[in-house]
């Protein structure tokens, strides 16, 4: 399927190379009309010239052309260089013949060897007696167009009666030369002209569908899934994308509210039941035992609602954004530190390993807070599905412009149904040690950041045992800086 670039650069070749072809064509066509055209009358002025001094020198006897041999004579056998052009021309080329008035010739330049016969049927002879403009042109070689030979006459005149008629001759091999030179100076400065054209063309072609292929690119990664801030584009192409990342927005925010209504009433209900259950028996006497137990409960369910609303504002929060805001240059062995050092309390007891990248330190461009929560979550569900006293792995490693951040556990690992499922909102599993579930909200988070930053995240089972979560981010994020 071709792109609308290569529509356009196709067509507007064609139209170019059809434009100039044709352009082209027709002005080499016409170039040798106009070539003989201007021969033709530059030979008109000679034939008039020499025919006048023919008449001037009328004897009573008739025309005498005697002086007209010598002076052609010594003219071919003259030799000279006259540099016309990319042409030198060495000697004389042009040829006269006198005719009578009955169309006999009684003069040829060329060593006489036309004198005595009949000329009166040739068109330039024939149409100038009559009194009219006579001219031809005639093919030494019948097949042959460059070996043509321009006849023009020119009437000798005494007293306004014509009593014969001269002609000048010249062969077009001259003009096939400069014809030549011509073409050849066209052909390159249309190329030359076609090559510029098509240039511009493909430049224009950029510059007009360069908005649309940024517009179809955000569209695809907005199908994607991915969150990317719409293209800053100008003109009419600029209106259309403002129009659909509204149009994107409205249909996000319905759909993003519908879904957490549905979500957030589901998850309220187990602990919303569990504290009315217990509001209702405390009304009833029981011991205080017992009563300390109903009140320890209402405490926990009321904890879980809080922590499960202000994860939840969290996360809308994070969804909601299209770029970073408070970007700045993170070390990421010393963010593995802090995120550790964070959970120490949760920590305490474990085995700890933090395998911060070699060599030089590794930064990477982000929003800090993020970062280190999305550690944060990673590390507290590596505690969470481990033994108690398990050890907990955290390493991290850069390759081909991204920074891999890794936490192992050698907890049970995951169950294969839930590999799919563990980064949707509210999905959680059973933790080995309480049997409780969380709010399914830190992974869900976890997965925006990496999103929000251009990386992805991701969550496996190790072959020796455990889990191995995953979260990966590019060392330059520019696309999404706000």
């Known amino acids: ?19 100039f072809y044709a352009l082209t064509d027709w002005i080499l066509d016409d170039l040798r009309p106009r070539y003989l055209e201007a021969m033709e009358e530059s030979m008109v002025d000679t034939a008039t010239l020499l025919s006048s001094l023919v008449a001037s020198q009328m004897k009573s006897e008739g025309i005498d052309a005697g002086d007209l041999r010598p002076a052609f004579d010594a003219a071919r056998r003259r030799r000279f260089a006259a540099r016309i052009y990319d042409m030198t021309k060495t000697h004389l080329e042009m040829r006269v013949y006198i005719t009578d008035r009955q169309g006999v010739v009684i003069f040829d330049s060329d060593d006489g060897r036309d004198e005595g016969k009949d000329y009166s049927r040739w068109n330039d002879v024939f149409r100038t007696l009559k009194g009219e403009y006579g001219a031809r042109t005639t093919r030494v070689q019948p097949d042959d167009p460059t070996s043509e030979i321009l006849y023009v006459a020119s009437p000798i005149e005494v007293d306004g009666d014509i009593v014969g008629v001269l002609t000048v001759c010249k062969p077009s091999g001259s003009v096939h030369l400069f014809l030549e030179a011509a073409r050849t100076e066209i052909s390159v400065a249309g190329i030359i002209a076609a090559v510029a054209v098509v240039g511009l063309g493909v430049v224009l072609s950029i510059w007009v569908t360069h908005p649309i292929e940024q517009l179809t690119h955000h569209v695809q990664a907005v199908r994607d899934g991915k969150r990317v801030a719409a293209p800053r584009l100008g003109g009419e192409i600029g209106v259309l994308g403002s129009a659909l990342e509204e149009m994107r927005t409205a249909l996000e925010g319905k759909q993003y509210i519908e879904e957490y209504v549905q979500t957030l009433t589901h998850q309220m209900k187990s602990p919303l039941s569990a504290i009315r259950g217990a509001a209702e028996l405390l009304e009833e006497d029981m011991p205080s035992e017992q009563r300390r137990q109903f009140l320890e409960n209402l405490r926990s369910e ?21 770029a970073l805001r408070d970007v700045e240059e993170i070390d990421v062995g010393n963010l593995l530190a802090e995120a550790v050092a964070g959970l120490a309390s949760v920590l305490s007891g474990r085995k700890v390993q933090i395998f911060p990248t070699s060599g030089p330190p590794v930064v990477i461009k982000g929003e800090r807070f993020l970062v280190r929560q999305a550690v944060t979550n990673l590390l507290q569900n590596a505690v969470d599905f481990s033994e108690p006293d398990g050890a907990v792995t955290i390493a991290a490693e850069q390759r081909n412009g991204e920074v891999e951040i890794r936490v192992l556990d050698d907890g049970p690992g995951v169950p294969e149904y839930a590999l799919d499922k563990v980064f949707e909102r509210f999905y959680s599993l059973r933790r080995p040690a309480t049997g409780k579930t969380s709010s399914g909200l830190g992974l869900a988070f976890v997965k925006e950041v990496a999103t929000l930053h251009g990386g992805r995240a991701a969550l496996e089972n190790r072959p020796e045992g455990g889990a191995k979560a995953t979260l990966v981010l590019p060392v330059e994020p520019e696309s999404r800086l706000a």
Request: net charge positive.
């Open 302 to 322: 009321s904890g879980r609602i809080q922590d499960l609303v202000e994860r939840l504002l969290q996360l809308s929060s994070l969804e909601n954004r299209k």
């Open 1 to 19: 399927m071709l792109t609308i670039r290569t529509r356009l650069v196709v067509a507007f070749l064609a139209l170019v190379g059809l434009g």
